[in-house]
């Protein structure tokens, strides 16, 4: 988000226009038509007519985010394919890094979490969901570059990944019915059944959402103490304070790094042990 650089343009432009430091917390964070490269300086994004279907409006303009999206995506196949050689037995310098973190996600957060057999199986997707979220976490923190994560669409089109494949997988394993009926722990009273089946079913929706929200909440947050800190120039009009403002505003920048590992590795963890709990009924 190139926070660092804006700051001290920022002051003059909020200073010019009667913006409020919300206001200009606000403009930094949202999701627009337009990308951001330098202050002053916007690349317009295309819009398209919203199309109408059963009573829905459906908006497919391009938007800052999906661009972004589509960033992380492509650089994240370049870089596995530029990393992983035909012929070239032993991966080397990023490879071998990438390397390690896979064979981690595959057995400390795979097979811990859904058994030998089905984390090998789910090691694929875990490992997207891994790299994914942590290089979409990690663009907020370049200049020319924003959070998709900070878009509670984007986190909730994730979680509705997981939750697919909770569904779908669990119903393959054990059967339609099968599945549903091991939603309710055994030995429940039969006229007790309808209610915990219909709360067993409210908890796996809650469990996504959380999920989805967890993420949302979390690199949002980080992006609003970070422009609350360079905010202070604003508020009180002066670089006096900027040695102050600048220096929280770094180690919140720090931090921030910090917080985009761990979100990417929850997500994976939670995202691995919903799955496993689907395809393992006994566990």
Known sequence: MALIEHTAAAVDSVADKGETIGGWIQHHLINGPEWHILPGVNIHLPHFPPLHFLGMRIDLSITNHVVMLWIAGLSLILLFKLSFKKNQMIPRGIGSLLEMLVIFIRDEIGIVNMGEKEGRRFTPLLVTFFFFILLSNLMGLIPLFSTPTSNINVTGALALVTLASTQYFGIREQGLI??????????????????????????????????????????????????????????????????????????????????????????????????GMSVNPEH
């Open 178 to 275: 099968g599945y549903y009926k091991n939603l309710v722990p055994h030995g429940v009273p039969i006229l007790l059944w309808p209610l915990m089946f219909v709360i067993e079913i409210m908890g796996i929706l809650a469990k996504h959402v959380a999920l989805t929200i967890r993420l949302f909440a979390n690199m949002v947050a980080g992006h609003i103490v970070l422009f609350a800190f360079l905010g202070l120039i604003i508020i009180f009009k002066s670089y006096y304070v900027s040695p102050v403002s600048v220096g929280f505003g770094i180690f919140v920048y720090f931090l921030e790094l910090l917080v985009a590992f761990i979100q990417a590795y929850i997500f994976t963890v939670l995202s691995a042990l919903f799955i």
